[in-house]
Structure formats: C-alpha cells, structure tokens
C-alpha cells in the first residue's frame, strides 16, 4: 500500500474502534442554556479544563444573563468574573468585542457560516468547527485541539504540528460524514484512554489495535 492508502486504513481502524468504545455520542461537557452561552464557553475552555469553564460559567452566565449584558459589561470587572480560566485578559477583550458584534450586525444570533465566524474576535477555525456542529448541525472542517493533535499524530494519521494542516490531512483521510464524529469520539478517548502525560505509551486499545493490524 502506499502511504496514502495506510493513512486511511489507520483512519477508518481508528474511527471503528471509537464507534466500538462510544456506542454513543457522550454530551458535551461544557454547560449551556443558549447559543451565546456556548460560544462564552467554548472561547473559555482554550488552554483550560471544561470542569474549570462550567465552575466559572456556573457564577458568570447569572451575573451576565443576556447577551447585552456582555454588550454593557465592564471589561476589567469581567477579566476578573474569568481570570482562573487563564489567559482571561485576551477572552475577556475578544468575549466583549464579539458580543457586541453579534448584537449590531447578528441581530444577536450566532452566525452559521464559518467566514463569519473566524472573522470574529476570539474565534480561529478550531471554535469556529465547534460551533457550527454544535449549534448549526453543520460540518466545514475537523475540530483539532489538543488532545485531536496529539493523537493524530500518535496514530500515524499525519506528520504535521500545525493545527490547520493537520485538519487538511484528517479531512483528506475521512469521508466528509465522519468528520464530526470523529473529532468529538478522538477528544472523548484522549481524555478516558490516552491522556496526554501517557502519549509515548502504546498500551491503549486503538493503539494496540492499530499494531495487530498494520503496525504502528
């Protein structure tokens, strides 16, 4: 086989075993109850775990009910609502700075298609995904965190660091319907099975499955 062709025999190894793992999709662990809400949550949780994003969330989305109150917010008083979140200086600017570009030019709603969306404060490809899946039921790309990077490349599905070359390969590897499922199952199981201070141990089930079948 040449490589190509060993990448996507790993890929679809790789996505069966997930569906094997996760008979169904786990929920998503950020907490919620509108769209601004997840979008709040979601430029949180960069560099910060979702149980550290909903014990903030929990206090800031009573503190901040709609979306105007982030329109109105005081930015060194939210910098503070957010601050053991990490990097809570930049979200707080890009969380104010996008909530009032939504409210003049959004009529308030989330915009569903991904140039909007990147063009947004805060907003790079990988929430942009997120987003779309999550509050669109559309899929443009392949979300990649950290977890999503760390596993691909354990996995042999690339070679790349960069986030957005490695969602060009896994897109190139998968069938456009698998994208979604596959980024969410890859995140789930970098957290249940192969956590990151284990990345050199091949003991994991996908590892071992990949070693039987064609080699790591």
Not at 99 to 125: F, N
Not at 175 to 185: G, I
Request: aromatic fraction near 8%; proline fraction near 4%; charged fraction near 25%.
């Amino acid at each position: 086989m040449t490589n190509s062709e060993v990448k996507k025999e790993r890929a679809k190894i790789v996505l069966k075993e997930l569906h094997r793992l996760y008979p169904q999709m786990p929920s998503v662990p950020l907490n919620y109850s509108n769209d601004w809400e997840f979008m709040v949550a979601v430029i949180l949780s960069a560099q910060c775990t979702d149980k550290k994003v909903n014990e903030v969330t929990q206090r800031l989305f009573i503190k901040y009910s709609s979306l105007d109150d982030y329109v109105k917010a005081d930015l060194s008083a939210f910098e503070q609502d957010i601050k053991s979140t990490g990097f809570y200086r930049n979200k707080a600017k890009n969380i104010l700075a996008s909530a009032r570009i939504i409210s003049q030019h959004y009529d308030g709603t989330i915009p569903d298609e991904m140039e909007a969306l990147v063009a947004l404060p805060g907003v790079g490809r990988k929430t942009a995904n997120v987003l779309l899946g999550v509050l669109h039921g559309k899929t443009e790309g392949i979300v990649v965190d950290t977890h999503i990077k760390r596993l691909s490349i354990k996995f042999g599905l690339t070679k790349n660091t960069d986030p957005e070359k490695i969602e060009k390969d896994l897109m190139e590897l998968l069938p456009k319907k698998d994208w979604w499922e596959f980024a969410n199952l890859l995140k789930f199981y970098g957290q249940d099975y192969s956590p990151a201070h284990k990345k050199e141990v091949h003991s994991d089930p996908i590892s071992q499955k990949l070693s039987q079948q064609i080699g790591l």
